[in-house]
């Protein structure tokens, strides 16, 4: 058994992870990282295991408002770059700012345990360390949330996470379930090589294009102004009148309650006939597919893009005051009140909340490992504050999806995180 017990252990190599080891960094805190993968770059990296990215994937938030503000994305980038420029930028940060040398590649921990104050860590080859804390940084894309559908198919079925390229659908009827940024994507990868493409939509998402008024769409509304809010009201009215003429599900939520759909295609392929858009399925049998509305269609292969759940299986649910629900109930979605050295990061989403995010958390985490450290009275106030108030900090109405505890309100996330950065802990 190693024991690295003066050290924090972060697993995994993603924007989140690399943002928080820069983070421990300025504070001199002693770290690793763990990462299954050969490189950096987490799902960007197309070759890590398990990652949700396809050929065609680009960024659906534009480079400016993603990049971290201490390393910004090259100029000769596009504004929507592609997965290999993210993955590029990614090892640019990780070769910038000497982080490389505490990566332990090809390491996959199946085991977190508490001893004596100290986290108990076991990689998959069985091999045992000792770090004196964890801070989980794996992402919420390891678990594809598979759909309940009754019957049985006899067709290919897989998650959108399988999916790499459009040569898989080349001449096959094609239905995707789901209406996100993944299942539009692939829809419209998909026109141009299936025989048919279909998708089956129980609620809508809210679909906007990549450019407003000649700027990344994400440019003009960040503000939330004046402008902004009278574009948005603008934009639904738009949306709903185009929705009428195809027959979207309409959206049962604020425009910005739940990640848009960020596509410049989508819609004129919906318009055209490209893709067909269905209801809910009620049954499958052998190849056929029926649907909630008595229509009923063949296919060969159907595509479920319907998100991923949050999972954590290293670790018991209890250390992360999980109890139940699809979700930790954690301060900030960061801190846990039952160990004062046991951190989740990444956990979060909004349209318009970029990587800094991240980078303000690991802040936020390093000044509280310092303050616990330090066992100061400011440290003891903070960590009494994570015991009283459980609630997550996110939107009034978090929708029902399984990964709705990723689900913040940007605004008052990113104002706790710089209140607490001011004050002693």
């Given at each position: 058994m190693s024991t690295t017990e003066d050290?924090?252990?972060?697993?995994?190599?993603?924007?989140?992870g690399l943002a928080i080891a820069k983070a421990l960094q300025e504070s001199e805190i002693a770290y690793d990282i763990y990462d299954r993968s050969m490189d950096v770059g987490g799902i960007w990296n197309i070759d890590t295991p398990?990652?949700?990215?396809?050929?065609?994937?680009?960024m659906v938030s534009s480079k400016d408002k993603t990049a971290f503000s201490f390393h910004p994305m090259p100029d000769e980038y596009p504004d929507y770059p592609s997965h290999t420029q993210v993955y590029r930028y990614l090892q640019d940060i990780a070769e910038t700012y000497n982080v490389y040398p505490h990566i332990l590649f090809n390491k996959e921990v199946i085991r977190a345990v508490p001893q004596r104050g100290l986290w108990l860590i076991e990689d998959h080859t069985g091999t045992v360390a000792t770090y004196g804390g964890l801070i989980i940084a794996t992402g919420p894309y390891t678990r594809p949330h598979i759909p309940d559908i009754a019957g049985s198919y006899t067709g290919r079925l897989i998650h959108s996470q399988s999916?790499?390229?459009?040569d898989l659908l080349a001449d096959k009827r094609v239905l995707i379930i789901g209406n996100g940024n993944s299942a539009c994507d692939i829809a419209v990868d998909a026109v141009h090589r299936a025989q048919s493409v279909d998708m089956s939509i129980r609620s809508g998402h809210y679909i906007l294009p990549k450019y407003l008024l000649e700027k990344p769409t994400d440019q003009v509304l960040y503000d939330r102004g004046d402008i902004a809010n009278r574009i948005e009201k603008e934009l639904v009215q738009r949306f709903l009148s185009d929705m009428d003429?195809?027959?979207?599900?309409?959206?049962?939520h604020e425009i910005f309650d739940r990640y848009p759909v960020i596509n410049s295609h989508i819609i004129d392929h919906l318009k055209s006939g490209d893709i067909a858009v269905r209801s809910a399925i009620a049954h499958v049998e052998e190849d056929t597919v029926r649907y909630t509305d008595g229509t009923e269609a063949d296919y060969d292969i159907i595509i479920a893009a319907t998100g991923y759940e949050i999972s954590f299986p290293f670790i018991h649910h209890r250390h992360l005051n999980w109890s139940q629900g699809t979700r930790p109930e954690l301060y900030l979605n960061t801190f846990t009140p039952w160990h004062r050295n046991l951190f989740v990061a990444g956990m979060m989403d909004a349209y318009d909340l970029g990587w800094d995010s991240r980078y303000q958390?690991?802040?936020?985490?390093?000044?509280?490992?310092?303050g616990t450290r330090a066992d100061t009275s400011d440290s003891y106030r903070f960590w009494e504050r994570t015991v009283s108030d459980r609630t997550r900090i996110a939107t009034a109405d978090a929708m029902e999806s399984p990964s709705k505890g990723m689900l913040i309100n940007p605004l008052t996330f990113e104002k706790?995180?710089?209140?607490?950065?001011?004050i002693n802990i």
């Open positions: 050290k924090i252990l972060i697993i995994g190599a993603g924007p989140t398990d990652s949700p990215i396809y050929e065609s994937a680009h999916y790499k390229s459009a003429t195809i027959d979207w599900p309409q959206p049962k958390q690991g802040q936020l985490i390093a000044k509280v490992i310092l706790e995180i710089q209140k607490l950065l001011a």
